[in-house]
């Protein structure tokens, strides 16, 4: 009888304890622009795999093509003021970047942390392929945003900053 309390106990336990350890959360991808936050063009959703995270999006409402897609510092989609001009997603800061690296290398580089595979959106607006970002592990993106940029991604600071990705056009928050 001892046996069989101290097994559902245990059992009990690792219930209560399992969405602790969720391997998996969505995020809400809503429209940024200059006026601030607008309305929502689907989601991602973000899992571990044995690759490292896994990106998963069911978007649409985006430009054909590639589109830069990082992980920010800060878990706010909110425009912001630069050199007295309102700037959409501003308030996400930089891509994450914890070993302070400054450079831009993309996802297998030794630059940003926050540096993910680009995403590819069809003729039709929408993208749902998944991208896997080797060096990243669900505690590191808890509590930052998700980012889409107007145009692709070289993974350079040449010959533009930051891979010259274009304007932040989609932002998420990462609960």
């Known amino acids: 009888?001892?046996?069989?309390?101290?097994?559902?106990?245990?059992?009990?336990?690792?219930?209560?304890?399992?969405p602790l350890f969720a391997a998996e959360t969505v995020v809400?991808?809503?429209?940024?622009?200059?006026?601030?936050?607008?309305?929502s063009?689907?989601?991602?959703?973000?899992?571990e795999g044995p690759k490292g995270l896994v990106f998963t999006p069911q978007l649409t409402d985006l430009t054909p093509g590639l589109h830069g897609f990082h992980v920010h510092q800060s878990p706010d989609c909110s425009a912001g003021?630069?050199?007295g001009k309102q700037v959409p997603g501003l308030a996400a800061g930089g891509h994450?970047?914890?070993?302070?690296?400054?450079?831009?290398?993309?996802?297998e580089g030794k630059g940003h942390l926050?540096?993910?595979?680009?995403?590819?959106?069809?003729?039709?607006?929408?993208?749902?392929?998944?991208?896997?970002?080797?060096?990243?592990?669900?505690?590191d993106v808890m509590g930052r945003?998700?980012?889409?940029?107007?145009?692709?991604?070289?993974?350079?600071?040449?010959p533009a900053p930051l891979g010259g990705g274009g304007a932040r056009v989609a932002c998420g928050v990462i609960k």
């Open 145 to 158: 945003s998700l980012m889409i940029h107007a145009g692709g991604d070289n993974y350079s600071d040449q």
């Open 96 to 107: 994450y970047d914890p070993a302070m690296a400054g450079k831009h290398e993309g996802h």
């Open 28 to 39: 809400t991808m809503n429209v940024v622009g200059e006026q601030g936050i607008g309305k």
């Open 114 to 139: 926050g540096d993910l595979p680009a995403l590819t959106v069809g003729a039709d607006g929408k993208t749902t392929t998944a991208v896997t970002a080797p060096r990243l592990k669900m505690a």
């Open 81 to 83: 003021m630069k050199e």
């Open 41 to 47: 063009i689907g989601a991602i959703t973000i899992s």
């Open 1 to 18: 009888m001892k046996s069989l309390v101290a097994v559902s106990i245990f059992v009990i336990g690792i219930l209560v304890a399992l």
